[in-house]
């Protein structure tokens, strides 16, 4: 991987476009290279006597141009820098049509980028990763996504071998040795969105959807885990086709599993590439987190046919319209398919997620203007996803769904194989709604962060109104009131009870304050200011209020609400807007909830107070851990550990969710204990564990465990029947405490056992483990070279972002220095925002410690525990107490 240099923003000049590459490859797995040539069809506006194209880590042996039935060569000048090819001729090339021949060769890199090297049972393959810019590592080409060309691609690969890319195979020609695969000419494409992988490949049996034959490619020996896949993108599929009333576009859908993958998923036209753990299941083994969260990302690329592939930004400062917009598409899509997934609900996961981020100072607006490369890979983060989906999914709910289909249609079929930027959306929105779109959208899009909705009853004597108050929400406390002075339109949908039934009002309110009239008929009980938590803002409830909706959870809110009202009141804490005991009466009169995504949900702020506010090894911390599991304990003694017969999933995933709050945020030693046993049984056959316990299971087990057991993960990753299961071990053997089990795992981060992909999240769990995180920031530091060339770009912001559970300020000190020193382009925003989670953290440590203390000081059933000598294992490592499985890297 290059060294880090200071991003260059050249772009390239647009009197020259290309229309179509006609692109012969021919890579050599077991010599780690590849020798092409391709032919570049241009279109020139004006006469040229140079042509500037981009090309990174490419040996250019010959450039020609061919014009007016003449052949002109080409002096080629690489830079570095800019990773172009300035093409210099002796004559200009005349305005209009002329074709570019170019011979190239190129190495097979290691950086899941480009064109790369992969292993798999000791086979070699190669596959490409094109996005952001890195076609330009596979051929010469003009690397910026409005210049959309067609592709005809032609692969040698040798006897035995295969090859997928984005157009359907048109024929084979013989050659000693192996054959000439070629494929058929594409409609226009972004470089961002070839594809090609070779090697000894094998496909399913086609699913046919109408005319499209629907296949998954994996590595030998994996075809019986491919039918998930299949039935979930024919069910998308179909749905997508229906959505835009346009046909799927490029003639055959090919998902390939690929081993060894940066991304998620990457939708390249015609053949989306995948991370073997979305696109390979198991039924009888995969969980039903598992299961969700494949056909969510499955959803999520093939809905970027559309928006994306047949309709592109035109640069990466738009990405949003490619990516909120296939987030929240994906969402719906599954919802559609299987209601029973609750996947609305879930999206509050994410939708926080998004709002924790959002509320730093560091943040960026979802509209964010780019000048560099490395400026757009920052931006594949949750503002752009998930942020962005919900402010889609607000504009779908202002507007009604039918007249925002209307919108999205008439925008695709408008700029069908063509380029957009946002405003285009707006005007195609409002010509089918004849609202005014862009007024209400453009605050969202175009300002950073988020309203803090205050509301509390008028109180004038006057009609039942509500008195609603925004400005900005910061998660740091001592942010000036000129900063907040922030507004947006905010489609307000508020929930109040009367002396009946729940009802709901909605408003659009755009004021600094405002004044809302309740329908005559109310004299509420109580009012809650985010109605299905469809909105992107927090509320801020008075105390009254506040008081009655806890008197009416179960019956009042519905589950994600109270999800919503929980992660409201721990935003609100954090912000210094209010006592951490509100936020502790709050989950503690959700002792007994019985919906999983909640108890998930409230893990997070538990798990923080833990590591964050509680010292480490102190009586507050035990006192702390105790009074979760005296809170949520009896609820899993109740269910017990196995599940009964015709059990219903939403039962099996509370277990999952109380094993992983009472064991991994308490570390109550006997569910750490029967964890350890069950894991025993587990090693032993796979179906002796319900398979939504197999994650919670593995990793607690691993905290108690030696190094016997942990050889015995090693062994169990190399012998894994599905990407799951050795996923799940091979993370866990960050879980361990004991020092021999530590150092070997950071040993074989630098080795070909940890797969390229998995070095992030290895180092990710180590970090979140008490017992590992400090030596593993200094390994860090001291192996960081290595370590960059074994952490691809889109990896390396989650790895910082994950550096905070360092706790102390001196930490966050060291972090500082040492990436001024090592800089990484990529990471400049995710730097920032770990510093000022550094800070945020110490000061809430300061503010809310004391607090945390009284709290548990009335509760003496909390405090005898703690005194009682009762052995305690030390403080967690917190990946099992993330609300929901960890996304195994941001989908594309």
């Known amino acids: 991987m290059p060294t880090a240099r200071r991003p260059s923003r050249f772009r390239l000049p647009a009197d020259v476009r290309p229309t179509r590459y006609d692109l012969h490859l021919e890579p050599d797995l077991e010599g780690g290279g590849f020798r092409g040539e391709v032919r570049i069809a241009l279109r020139l506006a004006r006469p040229r006597a140079e042509i500037v194209l981009h090309a990174a880590e490419l040996a250019i042996e010959r450039a020609v141009a061919h014009t007016d039935g003449r052949e002109m060569p080409a002096r080629v000048r690489l830079s570095r820098a800019d990773e172009t090819a300035a093409l210099r001729f002796a004559r200009p090339l005349a305005a209009g049509e002329a074709t570019l021949a170019l011979r190239f060769s190129g190495r097979l890199n290691q950086h899941l980028r480009g064109l790369y090297a992969a292993s798999a049972d000791g086979s070699r393959y190669a596959f490409s990763q094109c996005e952001a810019a890195d076609a330009r590592r596979i051929l010469p080409c003009f690397d910026e996504p409005a210049f959309k060309a067609r592709f005809r691609v032609a692969v040698t690969v040798r006897d035995g071998e295969a090859a997928v890319s984005n157009g359907p195979l048109e024929r084979e020609e013989p050659v000693p040795g192996g054959r000439v695969l070629r494929f058929a000419e594409t409609p226009p494409l972004s470089t961002y969105l070839l594809a090609l992988a070779v090697g000894r490949l094998e496909a399913s049996a086609p699913r046919q959807l109408g005319p499209v034959p629907i296949r998954v490619w994996h590595v030998p020996g994996k075809g019986r885990l491919a039918g998930f896949a299949l039935e979930a993108a ?100 599954v919802a559609d398919w299987r209601p029973e997934w609750r996947m609305w609900q879930g999206f509050e996961h994410d939708r926080s997620a998004a709002l924790v981020m959002d509320a730093l100072a560091n943040t960026h607006p979802i509209y964010a203007r780019v000048r560099s490369v490395a400026e757009a890979t920052e931006n594949f983060d949750a503002i752009t996803y998930e942020k962005g989906a919900a402010v889609v999914r607000m504009i779908e709910h202002y507007l009604g769904p039918d007249a925002f289909r209307g919108g999205v249609r008439l925008y695709m079929r408008r700029h069908r194989e063509g380029n957009t930027v946002a405003a285009d959306l707006w005007r195609a929105l409002e010509e089918a709604s004849g609202k005014p779109v862009a007024r209400v959208a453009q605050a969202w899009i175009a300002q950073p962060g988020f309203p803090l909705v205050t509301i509390a009853p008028a109180g004038d004597g006057g009609r039942a109104a509500l008195a609603v108050r925004q400005e900005r929400f910061f998660a740091d406390p001592r942010v000036p009131a ?13 929930k109040w009870r009367g002396g009946g039934d729940a009802a709901t009002e909605r408003y659009l309110v755009d004021q600094a304050r405002d004044r809302l009239e309740l329908p005559a008929r109310a004299a509420s009980a109580w009012y809650f200011g985010n109605a299905d938590a469809g909105g992107f803002y927090r509320v801020a409830h008075d105390p009254a209020d506040r008081a009655a909706l806890l008197a009416d959870l179960s019956a009042g809110l519905t589950a994600v609400e109270r999800l919503a009202l929980a992660g409201d009141q721990w935003a609100l804490v954090r912000g210094g807007r209010a006592p951490i005991e509100s936020f ?18 409230i893990a997070g702020p538990l798990d923080l107070i833990d590591e964050q506010v509680a ?46 709050l009472v064991g991994g945020v308490a570390e109550a030693p006997a569910v750490l204990a029967e964890a350890r046993r069950r894991l025993d049984a587990y090693l032993a056959d796979r179906s002796a564990l319900e398979p939504n316990l197999a994650d919670p299971v593995v990793s607690l087990a691993a905290r108690v465990g030696d190094l016997a057991l942990y050889d015995r993960y090693r062994a169990a990753v190399a012998a894994a029947a599905t990407p799951q299961e050795r996923r799940r071990f091979l993370l866990s053997l960050g879980s361990f405490r004991t020092r021999p089990a530590r150092e070997r795992t950071l040993a074989a981060v630098l080795t070909p056992e940890i797969p390229t992909q998995d070095v992030a999240f290895l180092l990710m769990r180590l970090l979140s483990n008490p017992a590992a995180r400090g030596e593993t920031w200094k390994f860090m ?23 905070p559970a360092l706790r102390e300020p001196g930490y966050g000190r060291e972090l500082g220095r040492f990436f001024r020193t090592h800089p990484v382009p990529e990471a400049t925003r995710a730097v920032k925002q770990a510093l000022e989670v550094f800070r945020l953290n110490a000061e809430l440590r300061r503010r809310t410690a004391p607090g945390l203390a009284r709290w548990l000081a009335d509760r003496p059933e909390t405090l005898s525990r703690v005194g009682s000598g009762r052995e305690r294992v030390a403080s967690a490592d917190r990946a099992q107490a993330v609300p929901r499985p960890a996304k195994p890297a941001r989908q594309n």
């Open 584 to 601: 502790l009466d709050l989950a503690d009169a959700l002792g007994e909830e019985t919906d999983y995504d909640v108890l998930d949900g």
């Open 781 to 803: 530091t001291r192996k960081w070279a290595a370590l960059r060339r074994r952490i691809p770009p889109l990896m390396i912001s989650r790895l910082i972002e994950v550096t």
């Open 482 to 494: 000129a900063r907040r002075r922030v507004k947006w339109p905010v489609p307000l949908v508020v």
């Open 615 to 660: 010292e480490p090894g102190s009586a507050v911390q035990a006192g702390f851990r105790a009074w979760i599991a005296r809170r949520f304990g009896p609820q899993l003694e109740r269910l017990g550990w196995a599940a009964a017969p015709g059990e219903d999933d939403s039962t099996r995933l509370r277990r999952a969710a109380l094993v992983r």
């Open 234 to 333: 024919a069910e998308a599929l179909g749905r997508l086709q229906d959505y835009f009333d346009i046909p799927y576009p490029y003639g055959k859908l090919d998902l390939v599993a690929v081993p060894d993958f940066e991304a998620g998923a990457m939708e390249n036209a015609g053949a989306v590439f995948f991370r073997e753990t979305l696109l390979l299941l198991d039924p009888a083994t995969a969980s039903l987190a598992e299961r969700k969260r494949a056909a969510e990302v499955i959803a999520h690329e093939l809905a970027h046919m559309w928006y994306g592939d047949l309709v592109t930004m035109a640069w990466w400062d738009d990405l949003w319209l490619n990516e909120a917009f296939a987030t929240w598409m994906a969402y719906r899509v």
